[in-house]
């Protein structure tokens, strides 16, 4: 029997048949729900005409920034923004069909690539002419410089880099990983492998570094080539057949709001790993050092919510940030070893896929860069810290990418600095003075967790209608005291779309996954000492690839899963403890049922089965008010 016929079989029909214009239709229950924009008929009009472009224009008009000017912040209620700002917020981001994203979001980049290129040639000298002689900004670059210096260090330790290293989640140049493929094993196994001209001496170090990877594809290449093991290699040959030169990446657009894509950069395989590995060394030292903890939002939202309160601190959001990182500000700010390092690196040259356009890059990298995130956290950060010295504000800050927090004392001189270095900031998202902040998708209104619920994704599936009916649940139970707001026939007509055998049968308590079951308050099922419920889950199948056998790609199978270090001490019965320590704590959720770690997986080959999820009858289930207040629950 084929593998596509065993998949067939296993696989439950979770697809929804959804009537037209549904999302449309709960746009309509929410202002119903809420009983909010009653006068505002060109609303309603463009709502009832399904005119979504009138529709997401109406819209904009509640949006932070707008509801705040046209109330007033002595006037805006808890409860009237919070429900104006979800009605702005609900649809906002759905990928509508029809809808043409492309054309904008390109005109956006290419703006941004003529703003860095003007900064290239021109707009630079303004921070070499005040950073010489203005009493103001006297110093700023060298104080800029010094910060940036102090973080990372005269040159990078490229054995560090290198051992960082790691495979994006993504595609990459050359079209090579489509349909799902592109988990691990299809990055080590994809031969030959994707890198700039300027990048490969860094990639053959690398993996002439790595004893597994080396030995992994001497091995694939003596048995694809029928070589003996004792015969000589033409090692020339080899290199030549592990490595394609790609001198453009490949640039397309990506959903960002229901108006606009966003444009991102698929670079060559190599080329990522090696950003990736220069992005995690650079992070670890932004956390130490600065604090700045780039894999925890946590900060920014615990900074926005007292700065709501206090009016202390500022949010500051900016305009394109990862398209304006100028390549002069750059070698401007940052040693000269480590600029060396970022070129290596970055590619020269993008190819739009939809148009064949070939665009060479004024910006140092674009979004799909592996170290585009934190060299902007360490501009931005440099830049924060530069102006809360010179405006002796020593307070809190805090940044995450074009995230930044800091105090009200020190915004002026920042967002001055931000356009000597080519940014520019986003008034529409920035807040310095009042009631409202926002940072990392947290929004907070006089100390009140408003973020509002957003559908992001078309929902075909019983899955996404779980996730979508859950999230209601949850924003109905985050409304708090002062305005208590429900949605009774949202969630009536969401639960009315899933088929009766999931909406009957996969019912459960709250958990971090909303995609599984719908959330209940019914007490569990209970059996032998343990209660249940049942959940729908998504499970991997394990992938054979045609025309490859597991024996050919063993070794470089082994490279998917890193190895684990231990010191054993003491006799043999501390050895075997270690042992069974490090064993112990293997991660089960990169297990597959009746599997191992070196299974292949595909993201598009899974199966969906109804199980059941046991709990002990002593295991108490965390309440919902103390979830939702640990994790300051965001939608």
């Known amino acids: ?6 998949k067939t079989q296993n696989q439950l029909d979770v697809k929804v048949d959804l009537p037209a214009k549904a999302v449309l239709k709960l746009m309509r229950d929410l202002l119903c729900d809420l009983d909010v924009c009653a006068l505002d008929y060109g609303l309603h009009a463009a709502l009832r005409a399904g005119d979504i472009p009138e529709l997401l224009k109406r819209l904009s008009r509640y949006d932070a920034r707008s509801i705040i000017d046209r109330l007033g912040s002595a006037n805006a209620s808890v409860s009237t923004f919070g429900k104006l700002y979800q009605v702005g917020a609900l649809i906002k981001k759905y990928p509508f069909k029809g809808l043409d994203t492309f054309t904008p979001a390109l005109e956006k980049f290419s703006l941004m690539e003529r703003r860095c290129y003007n900064y290239n040639t021109q707009n630079y000298r303004a921070l070499l002419k005040l950073n010489e002689a203005h009493p103001r900004f006297f110093g700023v670059l060298d104080d800029l410089r010094k910060e940036i210096y102090g973080l990372i260090g005269d040159a990078p330790d490229i054995d560090s880099v290198y ?82 030169i790609v001198d ?97 690196l970055r590619m020269e040259k993008g190819r739009i ?55 009200v004392g020190a915004v002026k001189l920042l967002i001055e600095i931000l356009e000597l270095l080519g940014f520019e900031v986003n008034s529409e998202k920035s807040f310095t003075d009042g009631p409202f902040r926002e940072s990392c998708g947290a929004d907070f209104y006089l100390g009140h967790n408003v973020r509002p619920l957003f559908i ?25 005291w002062p305005y208590g707001h429900t949605f009774p026939r949202m969630r009536k007509r969401l639960l009315s779309w899933i088929p009766l055998d999931y909406r009957a049968k996969c019912r459960g308590p709250i958990s971090e996954s909303t995609n599984t079951h ?63 320590r490090v064993l112990d704590k293997w991660d089960w959720r990169k297990k597959l049922a009746r599997g191992n770690a070196f299974d292949i997986t595909r993201r598009d080959f899974t199966r969906f089965r109804v199980q059941r999820t046991f709990l002990p009858d002593c295991w108490q289930v965390t309440p919902l008010s103390q979830y939702l207040s640990s994790s300051r629950f965001t939608s």
């Not at 929902?459 to 924003?475: E, K, M, R």
Request: glycine residues 6%.
């Open 353 to 407: 896929r939809k148009t064949g356009e070939v665009i060479n890059f004024s910006k140092l990298s674009s979004m799909g860069n592996g170290y585009t995130f934190v060299i902007e956290s360490i501009i931005f950060g440099a830049a924060t810290r530069v102006a809360m010295k010179r405006t002796e504000c020593y307070g809190k800050s805090a940044v995450y990418g074009d995230d930044i927090i800091c105090p």
């Open 518 to 580: 719908l959330f209940s308050d019914e007490p569990l099922r209970s059996v032998g000492g343990y209660r249940y419920y049942y959940t729908l889950q998504e499970r991997p199948l394990r992938y054979q690839p045609k025309r490859v056998t597991s024996y050919q790609t063993f070794h470089l199978r082994k490279l998917m899963v890193q190895p684990r270090a231990y010191t054993p001490q003491g006799d043999w019965w501390q050895f075997k403890k270690v042992t069974e």
């Open 248 to 344: 453009c990446s490949d640039i397309t657009s990506v959903p960002k709001t229901a108006l606009i894509d966003r444009f991102i950069a698929m670079e060559p395989t190599l080329n990522v790993f090696l950003q990736l590995g220069v992005d995690r060394v650079l992070r670890e030292k932004l956390r130490v050092q600065w604090g700045y903890d780039l894999n925890d939002q946590e900060k920014n939202k615990n900074l926005a919510h007292e700065g709501s309160l206090t009016n202390l601190l500022a949010t500051l959001d900016l305009v394109g940030a990862s398209d304006c990182i100028a390549l002069l500000v750059v070698i401007l700010l940052f040693p000269p070893e480590w600029v060396a390092l970022l070129l290596e």
């Open 163 to 244: 051992a960082n290293g790691l495979h994006g989640p993504g595609q990459t140049a050359g079209g090579q990983f489509t349909n799902g493929m592109v988990t691990d094993f299809f990055k080590y196994t994809t031969l030959p492998y994707t890198v700039s001209r300027q990048a490969l001496p860094h990639a053959r170090t690398m993996i002439e570094r790595d004893p597994r990877w080396i030995g992994a594809l001497i091995d694939f290449y003596r048995e694809s080539k029928m070589i003996p093991q004792w015969a000589p290699l033409d090692m020339e040959a080899f290199w030549t057949s592990c490595f394609e």
């Open 1 to 6: 029997m084929k593998r596509k016929d065993v």
């Open 456 to 480: 992001t994704d078309t929902f075909a599936d019983v899955p996404s209608l779980f996730h979508l009916a859950n999230s209601i649940f949850l924003q109905e139970k985050k409304w708090e």
